[in-house]
């Protein structure tokens, strides 16, 4: 990645006029806004994380017999599974751009608050995450030949649930994990076992609605979800400014 | 060695390390070794035997006592945490690191244990049931904490990012617990720790209860030898750190 563009991205994120919007949330605004913006004018990591969700789930079709299981008995855990590792692309990535010309010492030495960063980055991750759902979705749709017609508005909340938590907590190990020896290898092994609830509640709501079972069975799953959402999305930005350097 | 009094005084302070040598195998592992072996003298020797198992429902004196052991220890890790988060004490973190690393080889221990129960009770090494889930993700998640200490050689930055995943992995267990069981169990549902009164005959519980203290002697008898050792290790760390500063 050229450090001019970086650079015109950062400047870029910091004329935006948010003046109107008040303190800790401008100060989100800003820091991903200029996440956004670095990402909009490479599109390097959003294309990567595309192209590697199509791909698994184009590789997920051979890997298992279409005459002895349905379509959509395998979509729903197909679907979630590949969500999930191509959202560890982008998370990766995340604190990673901050590297480069030590740019983290920069945004330390920003006057906001440390929540703002996490929050700022979180939602950067969550637009881009949300961004690859919004075509891998379909996708699934028209390569696994399931009918998503009538579910597709408790699909896409569903889906947004599962970014959000799945961001929250990877927002936060990929502050971590930059600073570390092993880096890369780190983010997948410290995030997955925290990814195993949401991957499994949202494959198992997935396949009820697709099957047509009644919503009341879907419901402990949601709520398991939408828990989840709620404790990580504040644990993580409490323990946040607690990664940084003091 | 080096010369002039900084590496003099590294001299001495070498020699004042040597001069209280501390062994790593104390009395403490001495007296929890003995009580593991007392309390499986009783299990085998002095416990009727189940029933419809025969002799595998043994292996539950062994897996029971394990496993609470390992929740034991991931609760220390979770406490050692946010005391580390809040008072910055060095010791906490200390604890913390040997607690999780005691409580993964509980957990080890218990992985291992409920397979051989298994196959001639089950009829299967393994299945997904939800305790088997969660015990392995619980192994995953403290590998997971081990490899992050692992992976960061800054003592300070260590114990931070540390501290942050055991509080948020403690964080983590309820949401796996209630997950794995909307899944349907398999495992044999609880008969001590359940709100009524624990249904197993007085001698299996009394043996059952033996055996727990004796594992919380190997926990505590493990914990202590493995803090020791981090102390030792940070003492090593600094006193090559005086040396290259010396040289």
Partial sequence: MPDATLDRARVAGAGVDATRLPGLLRATWLVAHKDLAIEFRTRTAFFSALVFALLGLSIFYFAWDPTAVAAIDLAPGVLWVIFTFSGLLGLQRSFGVEQADRAMDALLAAPVEREAIYLGKAAANFLFVAGVQVIAIPAVALFYNVPLGNIWLALAGIAVLAALGIVAVGTLFSAMAVNTRLAELLLPMLSLPFFVPIVMAAAQTTSRLLAGRPEAEAWPWLRILLGFDLVFVLACTIAFPYTLDE | ?247
């Fill in chain 2, 1 to 247: 060695m080096t010369t002039g009094t900084t590496g003099r005084d590294d001299a001495v302070r070498i020699a004042g390390a040597r001069r209280a040598p501390r062994a790593l195998m104390d009395s403490w592992i001495l007296v929890a070794a003995l009580a593991v072996i007392a309390a499986y003298v009783r299990v085998i020797w002095f416990t009727p035997t189940e029933a419809t198992q025969g002799l595998a429902q043994k292996i539950y004196y062994l897996h029971l006592p394990a496993a609470l052991n390992a929740y034991l220890a991931f609760g220390v890790v979770f406490v050692t945490s946010i005391v580390y988060l809040w008072l910055r004490e060095e010791r906490a973190d200390r604890v913390a690191e040997a607690s999780a690393e005691v409580g993964l080889l509980f957990t080890t221990v218990v992985l291992t244990t409920g397979p051989i129960w298994g196959k001639p009770i089950w009829g299967t090494w393994w299945t997904w049931d939800a305790r088997l889930t969660l015990t392995l993700f619980l192994w995953f998640i403290y590998a997971g904490y081990i490899v992050l200490r692992g992976a960061i050689v800054e003592p300070s930055l260590r114990a931070r990012y540390s501290a942050v995943l055991g509080i948020l992995g403690a964080l983590l267990i309820p949401f796996i617990h209630m997950s794995v069981y909307l899944f349907r169990t398999l495992h044999p549902m609880p008969i001590v720790l359940k709100p009524s009164a624990p249904s197993l005959p007085p001698e299996m519980l009394h043996t059952l209860m033996f055996s727990f203290a004796a594992f919380v002697l190997v926990y505590l008898a493990l914990v202590r030898a493995r803090y020791r050792l981090s102390v030792e290790r940070a003492r090593v760390e600094e006193l090559e750190a005086s040396l290259e500063g010396g040289r």
